[in-house]
Structures are given as structure tokens and as C-alpha cells.
């Protein structure tokens, strides 16, 4: 038994593309079928439930490739936070703090919103970077329960550092492990999580590089957001960061480098070499006052990510590709299109399956659009009709792995409870940040 979508047209961002009116046929988390009339040629045996597109656009799900849950209650903070005049001081000075301050219950409920918020948003994967140095272990797992809650695809990893000492450097590798090894699932995938060079020791990267190699699994670290990262990495080790992570045989196929924003050339070489992804967080990056990463033309695979700034790659990529209007980088719309997509190639790679396309065999990550274009939508404009169109306003429906977790902008629990219990969280959160 599987699932119809009946009478849809199947949008694609990359490649480009535009069906006309067509059905879709699910069956066991991915799509088997594309063409008209199935329903009559399937018989009502094979269909436990149909979805009346009414010639709607369906794309494949937006996929987030680096956001921060932990960091969902922060919205709005009202606890007392110092001037902070620098990069290095923001962190310090507030989410250094606030990651001191979650525990178990307070992960639960950013994540379940961070949750929500994506499946709205259509991003039907979020790979997510956690941290909470007073909850390290299991944390993992309860941001697995608030991923499965919502129906939602992701890669979590828990954040390795130095800064809290090696005690808990530690019990962040063997988080990582722990989750790859017990947790994952279908529809959850681990990797190896750390902060960034400047709060790792070479010890700390070789530690991170013999779990690397025995979970066969990648890196996922933010590389010269700022640029402390570059003077503290030449000042300490004579190196670039992107070499020594590339020295302690850190970068590969399925690494994730966050930001990038202060890459020199000889360091896009090197993850152009080893296939490494950087995944670029404009918002984040323009709220930080951290610059522009100049070099991304360069780059042979760029992913969007939020860097926490919520789920929504809609209004990601349009700020992304605004910003590189402002930059004179000479980026068209279909450009960033193709960098939202490339989150597909992540999944790939760690899911082994195929995933960006409405075609037989491919996941059935899908987002039905209520999107009435006031102009024509052809291939060639469709980076055109995102940028300045599209949005997460227009989804109404979404399916992950071929079920339905948001159906006619809903879903099949109890949302209101969940943020009021989310406010009480936030509030204590904050109160817990006063003594920190």
C-alpha cells in the first residue's frame, strides 16, 4: 500500500525543471511511480491514501545543512548579556553561556520547536551541531526524540572542545560515537561534532580523527568564521586552520566545513582536493559582523546553512543571494538554487540514497507549494520566481520518507502546548544564564 499524489506539478530547482500535470506514487519511504493516472492503473489496492494536489507545484524537501536547535530559546533573550564588541566576546558572553545552561528538558523543547519550525519552513532535513557542556550525555538522543516527534530527517553531532576542559572534550567524542553506534536510524544519521580550531588542541584533532576513521563517518566544524581563527592557528601552530585540519586527516568527502568566511586560496584547494563541503550561513555571517567569504566561486561544493537562525532556506538562499549582489560576487539566482540543492549530495553520502528529484527511486522528501504565480514559471526562471516569489508562506504540505507530517498546514499534535511549555523553559533558561 502507498501513497498518491494526485495531479501535481513536480517542481525541481536543480536541474531545473517543470512537469506538467502528473501523479506521484510513494510506496516505503520513496517514489516508485511518476506519470498520469496512476491511480486507475494502480487499482484502489495499492493506494491507502491520496493527495489532491489540484495543480499545485510539489519540489523535493529544502534541506538545512548546518543550524544550531540548542539555540532555538534564545530568541528575544533578556538576560543579561555584556557589551561585546568582537566575535570572540559574543560568544563568550552569551552562548557560551547559554549552552552551560541547558539541560535535558530545555534541549527538549528548542529542539521540538526547532523541529516544527523546519517541517513549516520545508526543510525536510536539518543537520544539526549541538552543544551543552552540563548535558552532554544523551543529549543526542533527546534531540533524536524532537526529530522523530516531528516526523523530521537529520544528522546530529555533539560539539567537541577544548574549552571546557578534557573531561568533557572527552564525553563529547564518546557522544558522537555512542549515537552513531546505537542511535541512529532510518531516518537519523551521525557525524563527528567539534567547535572549532582555536578551542581544539592537536591532541584534541587526533582524538577526532581516530573516531573519524572508525565511524566512517565526517567532520562537522566551523573554520574561520572569524578571523581569530586564522591569527590564532598561525600564531599557534604556523599553519592555516583548513591545514590543520587536512594534517590530522580530518577532511574528507563527508566533511562538513561551516562558514569559511576567512578561507585563503591555498585552504579552498585543499577542500577542493579532499571533496569536502563548506556550508555557507549568510544571515548568520551579516549578523555576526564576521565578513564575507569572497572565495565562494571557488568552492566545488557549497551547501546553505542557518547557523541557528531558524530552518527556513527560502529566505536563506534570497539572503545569501542578496548579499553577493552587495559583495560583486556575479552569482544569478540559479546559482544559489543549486547551493540550497547540494544539501542533497550531504544526504547521499550519508543516507545511500538518492535524494533531490522527483523520479522513481529517489526519497520522497516532498513540500506541496499553495504558490500562484502571477507570472510564467518556465525552467529558466525558476531561480527567478524563488528569489523573489517562493517562500515558506506557500507551504502547505509536506511528506518525509513518504509520510505525511504536515498536512494542510498542520500537524497531528498539540502545537500550543508545546511553545507554552517552551516559554516556561526559556524563562528558566535565562534565570540559569544570570549565574553563569
Not at 499524489?5 to 536541474?15: C, D, H, N, V
Not at 560568544?91 to 519550525?117: C, F, K, M, P, T
Not at 585543499?270 to 571557488?298: D, E, K, Q, T, W
Request: proline share 3%.
Amino acid at each position: 500500500m502507498g501513497l498518491l499524489i494526485k495531479g501535481a506539478r513536480a517542481l525541481q530547482l536543480y536541474p531545473e525543471a517543470i512537469s506538467k500535470v502528473m501523479d506521484i506514487y510513494i510506496q516505503d519511504g520513496k517514489i516508485t511511480r511518476v506519470g498520469k493516472n496512476l491511480e486507475s492503473e494502480l487499482g484502489s489496492g495499492k493506494v491507502q491514501k491520496v493527495i489532491e494536489a489540484q495543480d499545485r507545484y510539489v519540489m523535493p524537501g529544502n534541506v538545512c545543512a548546518h543550524n544550531h536547535f540548542y539555540s532555538t530559546l534564545a530568541r528575544g533573550i533578556t538576560a543579561n548579556i555584556k557589551p561585546s564588541y568582537d566575535f570572540v566576546a559574543v560568544l563568550q558572553n552569551l552562548w557560551w553561556r547559554l549552552d552551560r545552561a541547558l539541560d535535558s528538558s530545555s534541549l527538549h523543547y528548542s529542539g521540538l520547536v526547532g523541529a516544527i519550525e523546519a517541517v513549516k519552513a520545508g526543510s525536510t532535513t536539518v543537520i544539526d551541531h549541538q552543544a551543552s557542556p552540563s548535558f552532554i550525555r544523551g543529549s543526542l538522543k533527546v534531540l533524536k526524540e524532537t526529530f522523530e516527534t516531528c516526523g523530521l530527517r537529520g544528522i546530529l553531532c555533539y560539539e567537541v572542545t577544548d574549552r571546557n576542559g578534557f573531561e568533557d572534550r572527552d564525553r563529547g567524542i564518546e557522544e558522537n560515537v555512542e549515537f552513531i553506534e546505537y542511535e541512529e536510524t532510518e531516518l537519523l544519521k551521525g557525524a563527528l561534532g567539534a567547535h572549532a580550531p582555536f578551542t581544539l588542541s592537536d591532541e584534541s584533532l587526533n582524538s577526532l580523527s581516530e573516531a573519524v576513521r572508525a565511524m566512517k563517518r565526517g567532520l562537522h566544524i566551523h573554520l574561520s568564521e572569524d578571523r581569530y581563527d586564522l591569527s590564532h592557528s598561525h600564531h599557534c601552530y604556523g599553519l592555516h586552520p583548513a591545514e590543520r585540519l587536512a594534517r590530522h586527516r580530518l577532511l574528507d568527502a563527508m566533511s562538513l566545513v561551516i562558514h569559511g568566511v576567512h578561507l585563503l586560496e591555498g585552504e579552498v584547494e585543499i577542500l577542493n582536493r579532499h571533496g569536502s563541503f563548506l556550508v555557507h550561513n549568510p544571515r548568520s555571517n551579516m549578523n555576526n559582523r564576521v565578513g564575507y567569504c569572497a572565495l565562494l566561486p571557488s568552492l566545488d561544493n557549497v551547501a546553505i546553512g542557518t547557523d541557528g537562525i531558524g530552518s527556513d532556506m527560502f529566505e536563506e538562499t534570497k539572503l545569501g543571494y542578496f548579499k553577493s549582489r552587495e559583495a560583486g560576487i556575479g552569482f544569478n539566482p540559479s546559482d544559489y538554487t543549486r547551493f540550497l540543492c547540494n544539501g542533497n549530495m550531504i544526504l547521499e553520502r550519508y543516507f545511500g540514497d538518492k535524494f533531490g528529484r522527483i523520479e522513481p527511486g529517489f526519497a520522497a522528501d516532498l513540500v506541496i507549494l499553495d504558490y500562484r504565480n502571477p507570472t510564467p514559471m518556465v525552467a529558466d526562471n525558476i531561480g527567478s520566481h524563488f528569489i523573489f516569489g517562493l517562500g515558506a508562506h506557500a507551504v502547505e504540505t509536506v511528506l518525509i520518507n513518504g509520510r505525511c507530517v504536515y498536512e494542510c498546514r498542520q500537524f497531528p499534535f498539540d502545537v500550543e502546548r508545546i511553545y507554552a511549555e517552551a516559554r516556561k523553559e526559556a524563562d528558566r533558561m535565562w534565570e540559569k544564564m544570570e549565574g553563569l
